[in-house]
């Protein structure tokens, strides 16, 4: 008896934690840790009211144009000045303050989208999805738009099907920005031999076409060619954003995603030994559509979901499951889900390096913490060094121990649990609050430490950095 509760008490911290995004103080771990999970399925709001409240991209793409116009008048009065005066007063960025503004409200409601969440499990899959198809703030034209492309893109799809997920990324406006395709155009277009005539040269950019096929969807090294990556560009040629080029023939009916068929290059296209005749959008679409459901995808897919939710190392078995579900079902994201919950290699696995998104969360979940604001949240997980919508690569941010364990990472984590914890200790009981976060799998060692404290914050903050608190 004694056994099984204690096995119980650790399944349910492993729902909190390795499926979900920590434990909330005061609330009891779910009784029926896989049913709690399935459940969640079923009730998930794709549009809490925190996240209903932002801007949406077709709003942002009028705001963008505007802030460029905006730059542009700033840089020719800029320049009159120098002429005029000799002295060169530096451009205004101004109009593009607005935009970083958005992107702090964004990054404020997801934060407390993730704290007030009834669903942890379906929200970390929300995480998990935007940072496998990652945008970057690094580039200023997608600034105002990451927090849009999560919760247009990806939250409405997250548990329905890959392919429809798909198609949203790859047509939102942040997509297209980040990754150049707005500037793509098809050496033989309509517009590319006018501009030749005049002796303008306009290019393809294959930036997008090479990371669908390595990223988003085969992975690296899985049959494709370079030749493949620049006849999928030409298929792609066409894809932009309406409402931002300042050419009456690209700007399109509205802001938002547009196919411009005067900048499409025209004919047939061979990807990976397959022809593919269609006309104008079709075209990539037809593309998109197979590579959806092609056996590499699967594998991709299978092998980054088991690494996340398993092991930095994937076990075999698990992504062999993931992937036949994902091939039997087309893509069908709520069964992988189940297969997941199912999994013996979740529940029994080791625990996994907590990243400062998935620490922070935890920490504030655990202590009460509902909200912060888009400022706060936003310079904190600078400080730790996982900027919100913004890796270094649109590989996304890095899902394994030896990118977050580090000696610097580790201490400004410590900083910021003592801040959380003079903040909140009032109340909390730290050694009753590790017991009911992590049953019996927490150590001696915390055990005692936490019990040896002067002071309930520096009992709470030894919790809140301990080596069980910084896994999961």
Same mark, same amino acid.
């Given at each position: 008896?004694?056994?099984?509760?204690?096995?119980?008490?650790? +399944?349910?911290?492993?729902?909190?934690?390795?499926?979900?995004?920590?434990?909330?103080?005061?609330?009891?771990?779910?009784?029926?840790?896989?049913? !709690?999970?399935?459940?969640?399925?079923?009730?998930?709001?794709?549009?809490?009211?925190?996240?209903?409240?932002?801007?949406?991209?077709?709003? $942002?793409?009028?705001? /963008?144009?505007?802030?460029?116009?905006?730059?542009?008048? +700033?840089?020719?009065?800029?320049?009159?000045?120098?002429?005029?005066?000799?002295?060169?007063?530096?451009?205004?960025?101004?109009?593009?303050?607005?935009?970083?503004?958005?992107?702090?409200?964004?990054?404020?409601?997801?934060?407390?989208?993730?704290?007030?969440?009834?669903?942890?499990?379906?929200?970390?899959?929300?995480?998990?999805?935007?940072?496998?198809?990652?945008?970057?703030?690094?580039?200023?034209?997608?600034?105002?738009?990451?927090?849009?492309?999560?919760?247009?893109? *990806?939250?409405?799809?997250?548990?329905?099907?890959?392919?429809?997920?798909?198609?949203?990324?790859?047509?939102?406006?942040?997509?297209? $920005?980040? $990754? #150049?395709?707005?500037?793509?155009?098809?050496?033989?277009?309509?517009?590319? @031999?006018?501009?030749?005539?005049?002796?303008?040269?306009?290019?393809?950019?294959?930036?997008?076409?090479?990371?669908?096929?390595?990223?988003?969807?085969?992975?690296?090294?899985?049959?494709?060619?370079?030749?493949?990556?620049?006849?999928?560009?030409?298929? /792609?040629?066409?894809?932009?954003?309406?409402?931002?080029?300042?050419?009456?023939?690209?700007?399109?009916?509205?802001?938002?995603?547009?196919?411009?068929?005067?900048?499409?290059?025209?004919?047939?296209?061979? *990807?990976?030994?397959?022809?593919?005749?269609?006309?104008?959008?079709?075209?990539?679409?037809?593309?998109?559509?197979? /590579?959806?459901?092609?056996?590499?995808?699967?594998?991709?897919?299978?092998?980054? $979901?088991?690494?996340?939710?398993?092991?930095?190392?994937?076990?075999?078995?698990?992504? +062999?499951?993931?992937?036949?579900?994902?091939?039997?079902?087309?893509?069908?994201?709520?069964?992988?889900?189940?297969?997941?919950?199912?999994?013996?290699?979740? !529940?029994?696995?080791?625990?996994?390096?907590?990243?400062?998104?998935?620490?922070?969360?935890?920490?504030?979940?655990?202590?009460? *913490?509902?909200?912060?604001?888009?400022?706060?949240?936003?310079?904190?997980? @600078?400080?730790?060094?996982?900027?919100? !919508?913004?890796?270094?690569?649109?590989?996304?941010? =890095? #899902?394994?121990?030896?990118? !977050?364990?580090?000696?610097?990472?580790?201490?400004?984590?410590?900083?910021?649990?003592?801040?959380?914890?003079?903040?909140?200790?009032?109340?909390? #009981?730290?050694?009753?609050?590790?017991?009911?976060?992590?049953?019996?799998?927490?150590? =001696?060692?915390?055990?005692?430490?936490?019990?040896?404290?002067?002071?309930?914050? @520096?009992? /709470?903050?030894?919790?809140?950095?301990?080596?069980?608190?910084?896994?999961?």
């Amino acid at each position: 008896m004694g056994h099984s509760r204690e096995s119980g008490m650790q +399944n349910g911290a492993t729902a909190l934690n390795r499926f979900g995004l920590g434990g909330i103080g005061g609330a009891a771990p779910p009784a029926d840790p896989p049913s !709690w999970l399935a459940g969640q399925l079923t009730r998930y709001d794709p549009r809490p009211a925190a996240i209903a409240g932002q801007k949406g991209s077709a709003e $942002l793409v009028t705001m /963008l144009r505007e802030a460029r116009d905006g730059r542009r008048e +700033n840089k020719a009065a800029a320049q009159a000045a120098e002429t005029g005066s000799g002295q060169r007063e530096p451009p205004e960025l101004a109009p593009f303050r607005e935009l970083r503004e958005v992107y702090l409200g964004a990054v404020g409601a997801r934060t407390q989208a993730a704290l007030a969440s009834e669903t942890p499990f379906v929200e970390r899959l929300v995480h998990f999805w935007s940072n496998h198809f990652a945008v970057s703030v690094d580039k200023l034209a997608v600034l105002g738009f990451a927090g849009a492309f999560e919760f247009e893109a *990806i939250r409405p799809h997250v548990l329905g099907r890959f392919s429809d997920m798909l198609n949203a990324v790859e047509r939102h406006p942040a997509m297209l $920005l980040y $990754l #150049d395709q707005a500037e793509s155009i098809g050496p033989d277009s309509l517009l590319a @031999q006018r501009a030749g005539a005049r002796g303008r040269e306009r290019g393809l950019n294959e930036n997008l076409a090479r990371e669908i096929l390595e990223l988003h969807t085969l992975g690296v090294r899985t049959g494709y060619s370079q030749v493949d990556v620049t006849e999928f560009a030409r298929a /792609l040629t066409g894809w932009t954003v309406g409402g931002l080029a300042k050419q009456p023939l690209l700007r399109g009916p509205g802001p938002g995603y547009w196919f411009a068929a005067p900048i499409h290059q025209p004919g047939s296209r061979t *990807i990976m030994g397959k022809r593919y005749a269609q006309q104008g959008e079709a075209q990539a679409q037809a593309v998109l559509d197979d /590579l959806a459901r092609h056996p590499a995808t699967a594998r991709h897919i299978a092998t980054k $979901l088991a690494r996340h939710f398993a092991a930095d190392d994937p076990p075999p078995a698990l992504v +062999n499951r993931l992937e036949q579900d994902f091939l039997r079902t087309g893509g069908d994201l709520k069964s992988l889900c189940q297969v997941l919950i199912a999994a013996p290699e979740v !529940w029994n696995g080791a625990p996994k390096f907590r990243t400062p998104w998935d620490w922070t969360l935890a920490v504030l979940r655990a202590t009460g *913490i509902r909200a912060l604001p888009g400022k706060t949240a936003a310079g904190t997980f @600078q400080q730790l060094g996982q900027a919100i !919508w913004k890796p270094g690569s649109p590989a996304g941010f =890095d #899902d394994t121990a030896p990118s !977050w364990a580090g000696p610097d990472a580790l201490y400004r984590r410590v900083e910021v649990a003592q801040r959380v914890a003079e903040r909140t200790a009032a109340g909390i #009981d730290a050694r009753a609050l590790a017991g009911q976060l992590f049953g019996g799998s927490l150590s =001696d060692a915390s055990r005692t430490a936490i019990s040896r404290a002067e002071s309930g914050p @520096q009992a /709470l903050a030894l919790l809140l950095a301990s080596p069980e608190m910084m896994r999961r």
